[in-house]
């Protein structure tokens, strides 16, 4: 039996005095690239940070590789679970080096200098990421696309084997959406993360994840293989709207369209 | 410029301040005073006891200004945001007009009161704003930095209050000593301002890594593995130690703390192990020599300090507004 890195059990959680979780489960095994995806105001995002320790669960449990969330220090849980947030837009003082070094915190004495241990993780993140041509550069001068990218090498290099990522190609131009994408696949394969993402976009999560979990009005509407999720009837509990599935010309990947337009 | 160099200069701008302003100032002073500590000749107690102790003061006072304001931008991620402008300042300046108000003049605990007064205003305005950031922890900086401006205002008019009640000596008193200034810090005040300073600037240097992470957000610094509501406990308390033994000593002296902060970015870089150390030395020697200039100005009288800081800091401020904001800045 594969070990499960994340277990959700009935979890709640109130929010600025809203319940936007209405009692989540789910379990993500090990190396599993699971999508989460549902409309706007869903929970999707709350359910990810609950899952960091970020907002507190009021009620059901989180278990991350076997231990519950609540006894980890957030050292260890950083060691254990890289987050890359929503891009905020807002400045960050920094070069794109000292944030990747950054993500070695939760490994780091008070003071001193990263030993090579910690370069070495430094170095695989920006590589693996294809940002080492940006190291020297402030991180206020990139592009979305490139800002993206340097955030999920200072995730990386954190050295969790599990990462989540909060709509982690919106925003963002096609080729970069591409390039994340890739990136995420990449990872998955080896060194094999558990990746979660939180997303709208339903054709990319189809096209890579091996799982999709949707959510709407704070209560799991599906959980399962990606194929499954294209009944008609499925698509319009959770979308509210009429959805036209098609596939990619040329191949059998799923299109997912809303009918818009009055033409 | 690369950080390291950016530091060296700064400590030797440090360095030469140190050096020369004691030997600036009305009276001239003789070289060979210099070798005489304990001289008893009028030169030699102008350096000694009297310029020497007001240089250092003002050194120590602009250092823990300007790292208080560069560890507060850190917190709140807002340029804007630095003792002065969240009310730790005006709370401790409302401490001592109040003492200065009832005329209470007293040693207690081997502090005089007005520094007690002081530290206790400062407390209450940052436990006001840390009430919110408990109280409520999705708090957005912005509101946090809000809520600083209007307790600001609040104590702005309690000060006012007291003034526009107390006779007419007092008033003056409390005017001329909200105005911030130097001339009556000697030796034993600068030893009570000192240690607050110190153990604030330890409890700054003990989270440099946690800083950084802070100026990133709250939820990167969280999901990097930083105790974010330990850590801004622990970064309050020093900053309000730090500032109230200041304030307590030299009135509140505007614009040091949001100034210096900024320019070191822009010479060492963000990274609170060079930014800090690089704004204590800015800070300290931006201070000391404003002070050297408020001793010439209006020589032989004195021009409180604290009127210099803010007449380079305001259009400092408002070019800081208007400017595109240059990468690697906050």
Redesign the interface.
């Known amino acids: 039996m594969t070990h499960a890195a994340l277990v959700v059990e009935g979890l709640r959680v109130v ?2 005095g809203r319940q936007v979780l209405h009692g989540v489960d789910l379990e993500v095994p090990t190396g599993q690239l699971l999508a989460v995806v549902g409309p706007n105001g869903a929970g999707k995002s709350t359910l990810l ?1 609950a899952m ?3 907002v507190p669960a009021s009620a059901g449990r989180i278990v991350v590789d076997g231990r519950p969330l609540e006894r980890y ?7 254990r ?3 890359v ?1 929503q891009a ?1 837009g ?6 794109v080096r ?2 990747v070094e ?2 070695r ?2 490994h ?1 004495g ?2 001193g200098s990263l030993a090579p241990s910690d370069l070495a993780a430094v170095q695989w993140a920006l590589d693996v990421t294809g940002t080492v041509h940006l190291t020297d550069r ?4 990139l592009s979305g696309g490139e800002r993206q990218l340097v955030s999920i090498a200072a ?1 990386l290099a ?1 050295g969790a084997s599990t990462l989540l990522l909060d709509e982690p190609t919106s925003f963002l131009d096609y080729r970069h959406q591409v390039e994340v994408a890739a990136l995420l696949d990449r990872l998955h394969v080896e060194p094999g993360l558990t990746i979660v993402t939180v997303s709208h976009d339903l054709n990319a999560s189809l096209a890579s994840a091996e799982a999709v979990l949707a959510l709407r009005d704070g209560s799991v509407a599906f959980h399962g293989p990606p194929r499954a999720i294209l009944e008609p009837a499925t698509l319009q509990a959770i979308y509210d709207v009429e959805l036209q599935v098609a596939t990619w010309p040329g191949s059998d990947l799923p299109l997912v369209l809303p009918r818009t337009g009055s033409r | 410029m690369r950080p390291r160099v950016g530091i060296l200069l700064l400590a030797a701008a440090a360095a030469v301040t140190l050096l020369a302003a004691p030997l600036i100032g009305v009276e001239p002073i003789p070289l060979v005073t210099l070798l005489e500590p304990r001289g008893t000749e009028p030169a030699a107690v102008i350096l000694w006891q009297i310029r020497l102790p007001r240089v250092l003061a003002a050194f120590v006072a602009g250092a823990g200004l300007a790292a208080g304001g560069a560890a507060f931008q850190a917190v709140f ?1 807002n340029p804007l945001a630095t003792p002065y402008t969240l009310g730790v300042a005006s709370g401790a300046a409302l401490g001592v007009a109040l003492v200065s108000r009832l005329g209470v003049g007293l040693v207690a605990a081997l502090l005089p009161v007005t520094t007690l007064a002081a530290l206790t205003g400062a407390f209450v305005a940052v436990a006001t704003v840390w009430c919110l950031t408990r109280l409520r922890p ?1 708090t957005s900086s912005t509101v946090l930095l809000l809520a600083g401006v209007a307790m600001t205002f609040l104590f702005s008019s309690l000060i006012l209050f007291l003034q526009y009640t107390a006779s007419l000596g007092n008033s003056y008193r409390i005017v001329r000593w909200l105005m911030g200034g130097l001339a009556a810090v000697d030796l034993a005040a600068l030893g009570h301002m000192l240690p607050f300073v110190l153990v604030g600037l330890a409890g700054l240097a ?1 989270h ?2 946690e800083l ?2 802070l ?3 709250v ?2 610094a ?6 974010v509501v330990r850590t801004r406990d622990v970064i309050f308390l020093a900053t309000s130690l730090m500032v109230g033994g200041v304030v307590a000593a030299c009135g509140p002296i505007g614009f040091v703390g949001m100034m210096a902060p900024h320019i070191c ?1 822009l010479l060492v ?3 609170h ?1 060079r930014l800090l150390p690089a704004a204590m030395l800015f800070g300290g020697a931006f201070l000391a020599a404003c002070d050297t200039g408020a001793r010439l100005v209006l020589a032989p009288a004195e021009l409180p300090v604290g009127v210099i800081t803010s007449f380079l800091g305001a259009p400092f401020f408002l070019w800081l507004l208007l400017r595109k ?1 240059a ?4």
Request: aromatic residues 10%; charged residues 30%.
């Open positions: 929010y600025g940070r960091t320790g970020l220090n957030r050292r260890e849980l950083a060691r679970v890289g987050y947030p905020d807002r400045s960050m003082p920094f070069s000292s944030f950054m993500g915190y939760p780091l008070r003071w402030a991180l206020d001068a995730a954190q | 991620r999705q003990w440099v890594r950084d992470l100026a990133t957000g939820d990167l969280a999901s990097r593995g930083v105790d970015r870089g963000a990274e192990r904001s990468p690697g800045e906050l």
